[in-house]
Nanobody, 122 residues
């Protein structure tokens, strides 16, 4: 079992940057695939980025490729999402999630944070 707490969301103008952090409790963190998801009003939750437990494999949705970077620091039980060149369409609630089992970024995730709001103004 893990608990996830996101931070770093806020209001930013288009073209700006934010870094989201997800702090995980428990020593089991290192064995999980970690993902970032987002959900805009009226839309379903979609995976944005994911990273394997070792950090050796990453995945990005086409819409954020080249702008967002996911990373993790297992020693600190923390995963990050660096968000650059933000666009209004990036506005959403961003969720941190953890997945057990094999590495499959688009697979089911077992644990979820409460979410953090990211708003990008035009």
């Amino acid at each position: 079992q893990v608990q996830l707490v996101e931070s770093g969301g806020g209001l930013v103008q288009a073209g700006g940057s934010l870094r989201l952090s997800c702090a995980a409790s428990g020593r089991t963190f290192s064995s999980y695939t970690m993902g970032w998801f987002r959900q805009a009003p009226g839309k379903e939750r979609d995976v944005v980025a994911a990273i394997s437990w070792s950090g050796g494999s990453t995945y990005y949705a086409d819409s954020v490729k080249g702008r967002f970077t996911i990373s993790r620091d297992n020693a600190k039980n923390t995963v990050y999402l660096q968000m650059n060149s933000l666009k209004p369409e990036d506005t959403a609630v961003y969720y941190c999630a953890a997945r057990s089992g094999s590495y499959y970024p688009k697979g089911t995730y077992d644990y979820w944070g409460q979410g953090t709001q990211v708003t990008v103004s035009s």
